[in-house]
């Protein structure tokens, strides 16, 4: 993101910053460069809804549907202003806007339950649940809406206030989504702020805010739990992967095919579950291949607002640099370029959907995170192999296994070092499922009543019995 003095353009509102379309990488808006000092207002003002908010759990799930219904209804414009600044094909943004509104609405419905402690004792000692204040929401650019969504609606439904900060590469639809709940919520429960850096740092080390949830790249997320640390926040960090698909020896290639590369390519592969490796049978390794590079270049590659796009651009200038620099170091080093491995020619961040083969196992595109519509396929020829090799990065969000005895596939899912495991299908979450990443890819749980739990803090009431 440009932070030079030159791109600070005064606006309607004070300083604002360019938000480009990547389908033709041309600004078409502009939004408010909040400064950090603006901050202490914006907080002070979370802290202070936050005694009413917290007050009535009926009111908040009344007013957390209605948020559900008005987001539904503005569903339309903020799914188009969406493909215009993050390049996703509209039918995906759709898809991302019914999400946002179904986690308000899950959300809404869910409560702490109360516990009694039964140890033998004379005492009736009760756990109960309290919110824990004003939260900071720090989000990502590849699912604007429904990353935050995933903060806000646990945050909100458990009696916080939320102060949420998008990417400063997609503040539109988030701005425009604050603008939607503000008509539904009471003053202040929710705040959007959008701004470049230190925006987010100040946020996250805000002595008034009593939990930072933070959704981005590992190295960042190191920041975050740093800057949070000065006040001792809880914080909570959904980070990178790089999970792996590892295919057995009895799967039917055809069969799977489509769902493996949408696993790989959705969002132009910009998606923190999305599979990032595959490990393919020696045997079946040129099939895979073939299979997967096919769909590779027959895919329409397009502008998000074209109907007829199915993979859209790269969200961003120095995301589409990085992609290009990690798929040429891979090729310098002797990989192959089943189908892509190159931009394509003309306006906009649009890279060809790229299947690498013989990639050095070492090599970044197999270590580290591409993030965005490049995949290795990799032989192997023991399971055990693949499984070690599947485990051995420093990531550990997601991974899958593929075969046609399930069972064989479940036991092999087993030993996949990471949060979500699945077997023929990958990043398929439910609202009430825990989400969780090991190693360098989180810390705490989201998802479901976790998630809820992770906004609260208990409260424990001891009592004697009898008086
Ligand atoms: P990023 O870490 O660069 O930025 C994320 C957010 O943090 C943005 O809002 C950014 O403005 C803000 N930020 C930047 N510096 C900050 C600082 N010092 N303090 C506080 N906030 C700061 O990530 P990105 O490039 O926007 O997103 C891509 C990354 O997000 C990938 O690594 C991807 O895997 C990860 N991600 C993870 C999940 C998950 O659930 N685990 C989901 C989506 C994306």
Redesign the pocket.
């Known amino acids: 993101m440009p932070t030079s003095e030159a791109d600070r353009v005064p606006g309607r509102l004070g300083i604002r910053f360019p938000v480009v379309d990547p389908a033709t990488g041309e600004a078409f808006d502009e939004a408010p460069d909040q400064q950090p000092d603006e901050l202490d207002g914006v907080v002070d003002r979370a802290y202070g809804a936050w005694r009413g908010w917290r007050a009535d759990p009926a009111a908040r799930t009344a007013a957390l549907r209605v948020a559900a219904g008005a987001v539904e209804a503005a569903g339309d414009d903020l799914a188009r202003l969406l493909t215009r600044e993050q390049g996703k094909p509209l039918a995906e943004s759709c898809a991302e806007v019914a999400r946002t509104a179904a986690r308000l609405r899950y959300f809404a419905d869910l409560a702490p339950r109360t516990r009694r402690i039964v140890d033998g004792r004379p005492v009736r000692s009760e756990v109960r649940w309290r919110p824990l204040g004003p939260v900071a929401a ?6 604007p809406l429904q ?1 935050a969504a995933a903060k806000f609606a646990p945050a909100l439904a458990a009696g916080n206030t939320v102060v949420l ?5 997609t503040p539109l639809a988030t701005r425009l989504l604050g603008s939607v709940l503000a008509a539904a919520l009471p003053e202040d429960v929710l705040t959007v702020v959008t701004g470049r ?2 925006l ?2 100040r ?2 080390s805000h002595p008034g805010i009593r939990h930072v949830t ?8 190191r ?2 739990a740093e ?1 949070a640390g000065a006040s001792l926040a809880r914080v909570t960090l ?4 790089n999970d792996a698909a590892v295919l057995l020896d009895d799967v039917d290639v055809d069969r799977i095919a489509d769902r493996l590369f949408w696993a790989a390519f959705r969002n132009c592969g910009q ?3 999305a599979v990032k490796r595959v490990y393919a049978p020696a045997r079946l390794h040129a099939e895979v291949v073939e299979a997967l590079a096919h769909r590779a270049k027959t895919v329409t590659v397009g502008a998000g607002l074209d109907p007829d796009t199915r993979l859209g651009p790269v969200s961003n200038a120095p ?1 589409l640099a990085r992609i290009e620099q990690i798929t040429q170091h891979a090729l310098a080093d002797g990989a192959r370029a089943a189908a892509g491995g190159h931009r394509l020619d003309g306006p906009g961040y649009f890279f060809a959907p790229t299947v690498l083969t013989d990639v050095p196992p070492g090599a970044p595109v197999v270590t580290g ?1 591409q ?1 965005g519509p490049v995949l290795p396929v990799l032989p192997y020829r023991k399971l055990d192999e693949a499984v070690d090799a599947a485990n051995g990065t420093g990531f550990g ?1 997601g991974g899958s296994v593929w075969g046609t005895d399930l069972d064989r596939a479940e036991a092999v899912a087993e030993r996949l070092e990471c949060g979500t495991a699945w077997v023929n299908h990958h990043a398929e979450l439910s609202l009430a499922q825990p ?1 969780a ?1 090991v190693k360098d ?2 810390v705490g749980v989201a998802g479901g009543l976790w998630g809820l739990y992770g906004n609260l803090r208990p409260f424990v009431v001891h009592r004697p019995q009898e008086g």
């Open positions: 720090i989000v990502p650019w590849n699912f990353l900060k998008p990417s400063p590469f850096e230190p987010g740092a946020l996250a933070f959704t981005g790249s590992v190295s960042t997320g920041a975050v800057a959904e980070l990178g992967g998606v923190c579950m995301q995170e993030f969000l989400f990443g890819s989180g």
